[in-house]
C-alpha cells in the first residue's frame, strides 16, 4: 500500500469529527502561551492553516535572550551543551536563533525560532499542545508531549518546524511551498478561487506551487487540474501535470487518445498493456476519494481559521455531511451490483476509497458492510491493518475495548498482548504506559 495514500486515509479519519474553537478557550490559550515565553514580544499573531497552534511574532528592537539551539546558514540544527558550545552573544543575519520550552503543567512543549532583519527580531511561535481538559480542541496531540518517554516522536516533530521556518523565512513569512498537508490544501483551495475567478495565470503559479513536495499531493489532482487547463486552452500546463502524475506513479496511465498529447501515448500503452485496468470505476472511486477529501479539509481548515465565521464553518460542516450521505449511497451501489473491487482491477487507490467512505458513515453501516471488508482482506484487496482499524472501530463504538489499539485515548483489549496482534496484521508496535 502506498504510503501516500494511508496518510490521506488516516487524515481523512482524525479530522471526521472536528469542531468549532471555543472563542473563550482560545483567549485564555493564547495568554498562556504569552506567559511562558523566554522573552517579551511586541506583536504575537496567529497564522492560519497550519498543523499545530502557530504564531508570527515581530519586536521592534534586537532580542538577546540566549538561544538554546541555532539553525546555521547551512541549515543544519546545533544544540548547545555544557562540554562543547558555548552560547553565543549576538545573533547575526544568517543564523536562525532556537529556544524550546517544556512545559509539564500545560503538558506542551513552545518552540521558538527568531530571525535577525534589518536589526529586528522577528520569528514564529509553534506550540506543540497535548489534547487535555484545559485546552480540548487546541490540543492536538494525543499523547504527552512533555513526557520524556515521547521524546523520539517530540524529536521528529522539532525537526519538521526546523524546516519549516527555513522554509517561511525564505517568503518573510510567506509559504514558498506546502509545509503541512494543510498548506496543500489551503493552496488548492486558493488556486480554484482563482480560476472560479478567471484570473487563470496566478490560479497557475498557486497550482505549482501546491504540487512542489510530492508527499503532499493527492495524484487525482494533477489529472483533475490538467482537465482545467486543457479548459482555458492551456495545453502546455495540462502536459506537465500528467507528467508530473506519471513520474509519481508507476501505475498510472489514461485512455489513448491520438489526438491528445501523443507525448505520453507510448507510455500510456505499456501501462495499460502491464496494468489492464477498469479505468472507468478507477477513475471514479478516485473522483468520489477527492470529493470527500476537498469538502473535509474545507470544513477542518475553516474551522481553525479566527476570521471565519460560525455560520461559514458550520455551512461548510453541513456540506462536509452531505459529501458523506452521497458519498455512502454511491460506494454501497458498487457494493451490492459489483462487490468489493479488486486491486488487480482498480489499484490501491480506488480500493482504499471504498474502505475510507465507509469508515465515515454510522456504525450500522459500517457492520453492514464488514464481511465484505473480511473477504477484501482474505483475497489481499484490502491491507490487514485497514481492517484492524475497522473492527477497533466497531467495538469502541459498542462499548467494549480494542484489540489493535488504532483509536486514540481508547481502552486496549490486552496491553501485554496488543503489539503481538498490531504485527499479525502489519501495524507497528506502541508504547504502552
Not at 3 to 25: H, M
Not at 205 to 233: C, N, Q, W
Request: proline share 4%.
Amino acid at each position: 500500500m502506498n504510503k501516500r495514500y494511508a496518510l490521506y486515509a488516516l487524515v481523512a479519519l482524525l479530522f471526521a469529527g472536528c469542531q468549532t474553537r471555543n472563542i473563550t478557550e482560545t483567549e485564555r490559550f493564547d495568554a498562556s502561551v504569552r506567559k511562558e515565553l523566554p522573552f517579551a514580544v511586541d506583536s504575537l499573531c496567529w497564522l492560519d492553516g497550519v498543523d499545530m497552534a502557530t504564531y508570527q511574532f515581530a519586536c521592534k528592537d534586537y532580542i538577546a535572550t540566549p538561544p538554546d539551539a541555532f539553525i546555521g546558514p547551512d541549515g543544519e540544527l546545533n544544540v548547545y551543551n555544557n562540554f562543547l558550545f558555548e552560547k553565543p552573544t549576538h545573533q547575526t543575519e544568517d543564523m536562525v536563533w532556537r529556544n524550546v520550552v517544556v512545559s509539564k503543567k500545560n503538558q506542551r512543549i513552545i518552540c521558538i525560532d527568531r530571525y535577525l532583519m534589518d536589526g529586528r527580531t522577528k520569528g514564529f511561535v509553534y506550540v506543540l499542545q497535548s489534547e487535555t481538559k484545559r485546552f480540548p480542541t487546541l490540543g492536538l496531540y494525543h499523547w504527552d508531549v512533555s513526557d520524556s518517554h515521547n521524546i523520539e516522536m517530540t524529536g521528529e516533530c522539532l525537526e519538521h518546524l526546523r524546516k519549516l521556518t527555513l522554509r517561511r523565512i525564505k517568503g518573510d513569512g510567506r509559504y514558498m511551498e506546502p509545509a503541512s498537508q494543510y498548506d496543500y490544501w489551503a493552496l488548492i483551495f486558493h488556486a480554484d478561487s482563482l480560476m472560479e475567478d478567471g484570473l487563470y495565470a496566478e490560479a497557475k503559479k498557486t497550482y505549482d506551487l501546491a504540487f512542489m513536495e510530492d508527499r503532499y499531493i493527492l495524484p487525482s489532482h494533477l489529472s483533475t487540474v490538467a482537465m482545467k487547463m486543457m479548459g482555458i486552452h492551456n495545453d502546455e500546463a495540462a502536459l506537465d501535470y500528467l507528467s508530473h502524475r506519471v513520474r509519481m506513479e508507476l501505475n498510472f496511465y489514461e485512455e489513448l487518445m491520438p489526438s491528445t498529447f501523443p507525448q505520453l501515448r507510448d507510455t500510456f500503452e505499456v501501462r495499460q498493456r502491464k496494468w489492464g485496468y477498469d479505468l472507468a470505476q478507477k477513475q471514479y472511486l478516485e473522483w468520489i476519494f477527492e470529493r470527500d477529501q476537498y469538502d473535509r479539509m474545507l470544513w477542518f481548515l475553516a474551522s481553525n481559521k479566527r476570521t471565519e465565521s460560525p455560520e461559514r464553518v458550520e455551512k461548510l460542516a453541513r456540506r462536509a455531511m452531505d459529501t458523506d450521505s452521497t458519498n455512502f449511497q454511491l460506494v454501497s451501489r458498487i457494493l451490492s451490483e459489483t462487490g468489493y473491487p479488486q486491486r488487480s482491477k482498480v489499484g490501491d487507490f480506488a480500493t482504499l476509497t471504498v474502505w475510507m467512505i465507509i469508515q465515515h458513515s454510522d456504525l450500522g453501516r459500517i457492520k453492514q458492510f464488514l464481511p465484505q471488508l473480511e473477504e477484501a482482506a482474505r483475497r489481499g484487496d484490502l491491507a490487514p491493518a485497514y481492517l484492524a482499524a475497522t473492527k477497533d472501530r466497531i467495538d469502541i463504538r459498542e462499548g467494549r475495548p480494542q484489540k489493535y489499539g488504532t483509536q486514540f485515548n481508547c481502552p486496549l483489549l490486552d496491553s501485554l498482548r496488543v503489539n503481538e496482534w498490531r504485527q499479525e496484521v502489519g501495524l507497528p508496535p506502541i508504547e504502552i504506559k
